[in-house]
T-cell receptor, first 122, second 116 residues
């Protein structure tokens, strides 16, 4: 079974340009999360999708960031226009959804992460 | 608001030596607790997790962690490190949920260097 995959692995752009990051979650995972790690800092939550709906976008830094998840499968995170402070590693994670017994409930609380996209804004 | 502290930014240990990475959290109740590892060029891999029950949990690659409620800690240990353990380690907490869709709060990470 394929894990969470992210594209590209590294992107170098100039300030003011637009970049789109993509995340393909594990097949069948309804929950999809975006996180970001700015150099030397902690990994911070950006937003959370349940299928195609935004469940929580409280971590999105500003309106230059737009996340979508059309059809409830893969997700994109667009930064437009990019600023220097947007540099960092963007991680995507996914987890299961659905209801069931205790084992299923616990399994749903496990997030599986991709390798991340390193964004460098010059 | 919940928070996680990993007080050691960088740790260097000799191959074969024991290891303990510290993690303290702030949360109103008992959270779900996780340790993830990121090896060079790799994604975040789950090492182990604590939901409830036995406070000593075993993970992959010979790692274990102990939840201590009185100290709000979840320290990661390994009795004998291998050169392949060189990586960055992240402690994270999550809010217990029957829906399983709560965001994680991470610490700043501890970079582990192994010397021969």
């Amino acid at each position: 079974e394929a894990g969470v995959t992210q594209f590209p692995s590294h992107s170098v752009i100039e300030k003011g340009q637009t970049v789109t990051l993509r995340c393909d979650p594990i097949s069948g995972h309804d929950n999809l999360y975006w996180y970001r790690r700015v150099m030397g800092k902690e990994i911070k939550f950006l937003l959370h999708f349940v299928k195609e709906s935004k469940q929580d976008e409280s971590g999105m830094p500003n309106n230059r960031f737009l996340a979508e998840r059309t059809g409830g499968t893969y997700s994109t995170l667009k930064v437009q226009p990019a600023e220097l402070e947007d540099s960092g590693v963007y991680f995507c994670a996914s987890s299961q959804e659905g209801f069931g017994g205790e084992e299923m409930i616990l399994a749903k609380n496990i997030q599986y992460f991709g390798a991340g996209t390193r964004l460098s804004v010059l | 608001a919940q928070s996680v502290t990993q007080p050691d930014i960088h740790i260097t240990v000799s191959e074969g030596a024991s290891l303990e990475l510290r993690c303290n959290y702030s949360y109103g109740a008992t959270p779900y607790l996780f340790w993830y590892v990121q090896s060079p060029g790799q994604g975040l891999q789950l090492l182990l997790k604590y939901f409830s029950g036995d406070t000593l949990v075993q993970g992959i690659k010979g790692f274990e962690a102990e939840f201590k409620r009185s100290q709000s800690s979840f320290n990661l240990r390994k009795p004998s490190v291998h050169w392949s353990d060189a990586a960055e380690y992240f402690c994270a907490v999550g809010k217990p949920s029957n829906f399983g869709n709560e965001k994680l709060t991470f610490g700043t990470g501890t970079r582990l260097t192994i010397i021969p």
